[in-house]
């Protein structure tokens, strides 16, 4: 066909509304992935740093100065053209209200606030500050003049004076007053705040004590019309603000928290806030490992993103974490595609988080807007990130303190092997590795994978077993439950060693280890003691933000060919609700070596007691621990062949006590502990001779009081495995 030179079937004519075309085409997706999220922001984690952690070990610390050298700070540290760029104001920096009830910074901590947003603005950063939901009392008490409306302070409240938010009062003084968003003038009020923080030049609002969450149990206060209103006076004031809400927000509500805010606190404070002597500790990064496979689903480019809090890693000693668990607990947030705000001081930032903090092949994990799944949970989780195109980020971590060799059948992370294997955090390229995946882990460390897959493993055979069909025992009882498998869960389980579940005729063809994937709901810690055929006493730790939606993670189980039974419950804690349990593979898995006994259901003596412990594996530890007769022994401690092995001792004490070992009724070997509360436990590695077969270890203190014991992990010397 002749075509004329000019005219509308022309090349050029052709070639430029190809061109048209694509660049629309552009355009539109551009215009997508902006309204991916509520107010045009959030396509990717922020990056940056928050005022709270150093807060909470200076009371004096929050001042325009002071954040004015963190965002110099930043600024000379070379890591904003890695991408940290926030710097978030949080709670304390007001004092009072203005004319129209709108908050006023503090006098004389902050005397130009809007001075400070152009610094930092200068230095090419980002700002964030921090209010909550409702009105306080001195706001409603004047009765001011809402701007631009007939209405005042007074009529926007709800009468009788109710809770605004979780960190309320009881009524009827409750100061943080709840905003009926039903009354005229309601609204504008918090558009005038929006349009007041957007007249500084804010970017970032924190909104804090978010209920259904914020771990209140009072519903009546529901802020999810605040964080509505908040976003929409968001978009009214025209300025691109970030929104995030906080904190441990109930996941029964996602659909509101992921339409009108770009990220969600899961999980309570990772700060110590007093109850240790650093800024934070492993037991509250190890935390995030329970909470997070309850909502790896609930988060994406367009959903908004899953807020892990502080990152806390570049203060040295004072962080309170080892250089491995910094390098752990920056692999997490960046697989989870976690905001990522460091605490702290940093004009302290210390050689080791600069190099950490500029690994652009890490960084490029958390913008990827691929957030990982776990494949498989227990204390050697593994999570997976899909890039498509048969390339993956595989993340496998030691959460023991001992050091182990992590084995990982490539079959979890779904291909038959990697033709490729970039090891991220060593920068360095390891080839191609078939069928299992093998590496040295320390204590409380990761290894972090760019791989390219070879070929698509197949899907495991399984079979599935529902919950409210098991056998319960003593309060086990079954409830309705909409969203999980069957309509039904059980719940009632534990605080008692005959409320359980029990799984009788769990069949498989043959003997070996087979991948158990568990479906529970919790919200907040909760942790299952299991038992496989009457066996040990094993134990799952979860956690989660529903008592309605099921959460699946997955551990290895050794089977016996045929029928076995598996039973759950927990005699002294609280285990979560269950749905059901699925079981899969052929018996070809493979078993963590490291093994665990939980002090609480070991045998107690004396005066020694089971108790509850949040922060304890198990939710539970063994309390009392000394004097004549007093001890706590693991009578039935297994291991392969004679030889000296790695002890890992959990336990708790403020300030330093010790217990006096003895192994198979040897000689007693004295072990102090030292700790500076007795909340958490500490993590303490020794070595112990063993002999092949069942071992008895007994711990006490005949003359004084011992540490509170968690409980002890087991594994062989690194390279006797």
């Known amino acids: 066909m002749k075509i004329p ?11 430029l509304s190809l061109l048209v075309l694509l660049t629309v085409g552009s355009l539109s997706a551009l215009t997508l992935d902006l309204r991916a999220q509520v107010n045009n922001v959030g396509q990717r984690p922020y990056l940056g740093w928050s005022t709270f952690s150093e807060q909470t070990i200076n009371g004096n610390f929050l001042t325009q100065a002071n954040i004015q050298a963190q965002s110099d700070a930043l600024a000379a540290s070379g890591l904003q053209k890695h991408g940290f760029k926030y710097i978030n104001i949080d709670s304390g920096w007001m004092s009072t209200f203005d004319a129209n009830g709108r908050p006023i910074p503090a006098a004389p901590n902050f005397p130009d606030i809007k001075a400070l947003v152009d610094h930092i603005h200068a230095n090419g950063q980002k700002v964030g500050i921090y209010w909550i939901p409702g009105i306080e009392q001195p706001a409603v008490d004047g009765n001011f003049p809402i701007l631009g409306t007939r209405y005042t302070t007074q009529q926007i409240v709800a009468i009788p004076l109710a809770r605004g938010n979780a960190f309320a009062g009881a009524p009827p003084n409750p100061f943080h007053d709840k905003i009926d968003f039903t009354k005229p003038g309601a609204q504008e009020y918090i558009n005038s705040v929006v349009a007041l923080f957007a007249s500084w030049g804010i970017d970032f609002i924190k909104l804090d004590g978010v209920t259904p969450g914020s771990y209140s149990d009072d519903t009546s206060i529901d802020n999810r019309p605040d964080v509505a209103a908040w976003s929409k006076a968001i978009a009214l004031s025209r300025r691109r603000i970030w929104l995030t809400v906080s904190w441990a927000i109930d996941s029964d509500y996602l659909s509101t928290w992921q339409q009108y805010s770009n990220a969600r606190r899961i999980e309570d404070d990772v700060e110590c806030e007093g109850r240790c002597a650093t800024l934070t500790n492993w037991n509250r990064i190890y935390q995030r490992f329970r909470d997070l496979p309850a909502w790896q689903d609930a988060t994406s480019v367009s959903l908004g993103w899953n807020d892990l809090d502080s990152l806390d890693i570049g203060d040295g000693a004072l962080d309170g974490l080892t250089n491995d668990e910094k390098r752990t607990a920056f692999s997490l947030w960046t697989m989870a595609n976690a905001p990522m705000y460091l605490g702290g001081d940093l004009t302290n930032l210390d050689s080791f988080a600069k190099n950490l903090l500029s690994n652009d092949e890490v960084i490029a994990i ?6 990982a799944k776990q494949v498989l949970g227990g204390n050697q ?10 390339t993956y980020y595989v993340a496998i971590f030691n959460l023991d303190d001992v050091s182990t060799v992590a084995r990982v059948p490539w079959n979890l992370v779904g291909v038959t092997g990697a033709l490729s294997v970039r090891d991220l955090w060593n920068r360095v390229n390891q080839g191609p590795s078939f069928g299992t995946y093998s590496t040295v882990l320390n204590g409380h460390s990761v290894r972090l994978l760019k791989i390219v897959g070879l070929g698509y493993a197949a899907p495991m055979p399984s079979a599935s077993y529902e919950a409210e069909s098991a056998t319960l ?33 769990v069949y498989v063809p043959r003997a070996g280890v087979y991948y158990m994937q568990v479906d529970s709901m919790t919200q907040g810690l909760r942790s299952y003691l299991y038992t496989v055929n009457g066996g040990n ?17 997955v551990v290895p189980v050794r089977l016996e060919e045929g029928n076995n039974s598996i039973q759950f419950g927990s005699p002294v804690s609280y285990p979560p609700d269950l749905d059901r349990i699925v079981i899969r593979g052929d018996g070809n898995g493979i078993q963590p070596t490291p093994i665990s006994y939980e002090a609480e259901v070991a045998t107690l003596s ?17 309390g009392n621990i000394g004097g004549a007769g007093s001890a706590v022994t693991f009578s039935n401690v297994q291991v392969p062949s004679n030889g000296v092995y790695q002890l890992q001792i959990d336990a708790s004490t403020s300030g330093l006590r010790s217990f006096f070992l003895t192994v198979n009724d040897g000689a007693l070997q004295e072990l102090d502990i030292n700790g500076s509360t007795f909340d958490e436990p500490s993590n303490n590695v020794y070595s112990v001779q063993l002999h092949a077969g069942t071992n008895t270890l007994k711990f006490d203190n005949p003359t004084n009081f011992a540490p509170d014991l968690d409980r002890i992990v087991i594994a062989p010397m690194v390279g006797d495995d």
Not at 5 to 15: A, D, E, I, V
Not at 475 to 490: E, H, M, N, R
């Open 366 to 371: 958390n913008q990827s807007g691929h957030p």
């Open 537 to 553: 006493y094993q134990t799952l730790n979860s956690g989660g933000g529903s008592f309605s939606l099921p959460a699946s993670t």
């Open 5 to 15: 030179l000019f005219g509308p079937n022309n090349c050029w004519t052709r070639r």
């Open 473 to 505: 025992g003593g309060s086990a009882s079954v409830s309705g439950c909409a969203p999980c498998s069957g309509g039904a869960k059980v719940g009632n389980l534990g605080l008692g060693a005959g409320n359980t579940v029990t799984f009788n005729n």
């Open 606 to 622: 004396g005066s020694v007691s089971g108790v509850f412990s949040n922060y304890s594996s198990g939710l539970a530890k063994a």
């Open 381 to 390: 989780p593994v999570w997976v990130s899909s890039l498509g195109n048969n």
